[in-house]
């Protein structure tokens, strides 16, 4: 900033150059009030889609149940994104309760998968074993079981 200034004042401007040095002060203030107004707003609890926490559960829930019940169709393919789906519902909450309750299909989708599976399927149930172990409080029914 300080050579277009002294450019403005090298051009013959040298009046308005010297307002707009002056003015340095002042718009220094005006940031930091504005810096002010943004931290205010920022410290607001921001709503996710104005639902609450037993309602953002219950969803996660339906759509973990789609997700188990669609890993069981013919489509290798369809079995493949379900499994995903379930690794990534996994990843992004810890719900050791609803787990704990679907453990025993889920443990069946994998144990099939492994055996019969291929490729991506493979490699998709072996994912969700390792994150339903980590799921659950105790995991050596799991282990045992895979």
């Not at 926490?53 to 973990?64: D, I, R, W, Y």
């Not at 299909?105 to 390792?130: H, N, Q, R």
């Amino acid at each position: 900033m300080a050579r277009q200034k002294n450019k403005l004042n090298s051009k013959g401007e040298g009046a308005k150059g010297s307002i707009e040095s002056g003015s340095s002060d002042e718009e220094g203030q005006t940031v930091n009030d504005e810096a002010a107004i943004i931290s205010e707003e920022s410290t607001e609890p921001i709503e996710d889609d104005g639902l609450d926490e037993t309602a953002k559960l219950e969803q996660f829930e339906t759509k973990m149940k789609e997700a188990i019940d669609l890993a069981s169709q013919k489509s290798a393919a369809g079995r493949v994104k379900a499994l995903e789906a379930i690794c990534n519902g996994l990843l992004k909450r810890y719900s050791p309760d609803f787990v704990d309750n679907q453990k025993m299909t889920i443990c069946d989708l994998v144990d099939k998968s492994l055996k019969k599976g291929k490729g991506g399927e493979v490699e998709a149930a072996a994912k969700l074993s390792i994150l339903l172990a980590l799921q659950l409080p105790e995991s050596e029914e799991v282990y045992k079981e895979l």
